[in-house]
């Protein structure tokens, strides 16, 4: 299984990025996905997540109504549009995938995700 990160970089704040993962080697619809950022000294933690069929979506406080999770099931692919960036959106963000353990609601848990990407960088500066 591979989980492909790409799409992150400098961006002044109040400005846009998109992040694309592309997943290979898993059944990508039986699948939850989430993204997920660490900045420098924090823990890891839920960004956005998004059910398999894309009809249920979970934010973060701290990011609802700026971002924006979406998937493309013919394409084995999940975005993360992200409007209206701040200096504290700065991490490391991963997307990953969750295996379907029942229910309709995607998990904001880490331990609930099954395989992760190695990331890309997002910089936002003042």
């Known amino acids: 299984v591979q989980l492909v990160e790409s799409g992150g970089g400098l961006v002044q704040a109040g400005g846009s990025l998109r992040l694309s993962c592309a997943a290979s080697?898993?059944?990508?619809?039986?699948?939850?996905m989430g993204w997920f950022r660490q900045a420098p000294g924090k823990e890891r933690d839920i960004v956005a997540a998004?059910?398999?069929?894309?009809?249920?979506?979970y934010y973060a406080d701290s990011v609802k109504d700026r971002f924006t999770i979406s998937r493309d099931n013919a394409k084995n692919t999940v975005y993360l549009q992200m409007d209206s960036l701040k200096p504290d959106d700065t991490a490391d963000y991963y997307c990953?995938?969750?295996?379907?353990?029942?229910?309709?609601?995607?998990?904001?848990?880490?331990?609930?995700?099954?395989?992760w990407g190695q990331g890309t960088l997002v910089t936002v500066s003042s």
């Open positions: 990953a995938a969750g295996l379907i353990r029942g229910g309709s609601s995607p998990s904001a848990k880490i331990s609930e995700y099954d395989y």
């Open positions: 998004i059910s398999w069929s894309g009809r249920t979506t």
């Open positions: 080697g898993l059944t990508f619809s039986s699948y939850n």
